[in-house]
Nanobody
Framework: QVQLVESGGGLVQAGGSLRLSCAAS????????MGWYRQAPGKQRELVAT??????????DSVKGRFTISRDNAKNTVYTVYLQMNSVKLEDTAVYYC?????????WGQGTQVTVSS
């Protein structure tokens, strides 16, 4: 299994920037992909961004050009994924969940609140 710890959420003004971090530990070498989902009040959970073990990235259309997912796997025991959020909009307000997908399991973070104010 993989344990995920998220950080970096908070309150940001529209047009501003925020960076989320997700540190993975445990069976990190089994991870095929990591990324972020988000869930806004009254809405379904939405996949925001993904990065594979090969470095391929993918984004939902609504964040393309504004959000960037990246990774740091320089350490052997901790694998960190970042979500750089630029030019944030009110509709980016949600709880953001980090996930790590392996062949036999998917692990989830506890969620971090991002609130964009006008």
């Amino acid at each position: 299994q993989v344990q995920l710890v998220e950080s970096g959420g908070g309150l940001v003004q529209a047009g501003g920037s925020l960076r989320l971090s997700c540190a993975a530990s445990g069976s990190i070498f089994s991870i095929n992909a990591m990324g972020w989902y988000r869930q806004a009040p009254g809405k379904q959970r939405e996949l925001v961004a993904t990065i594979t073990s090969g470095g391929k990235t993918n984004y939902v259309d609504s964040v393309k050009g504004r959000f960037t997912i990246s990774r740091d796997n320089a350490k052997n025991t901790v694998y960190t994924v970042y979500l750089q959020m630029n030019s944030v909009k009110l509709e980016d307000t949600a709880v953001y969940y980090c996930y790590a997908a392996a062949s036999r399991f998917t692990s989830w973070g506890q969620g971090t609140q991002v609130t964009v104010s006008s």
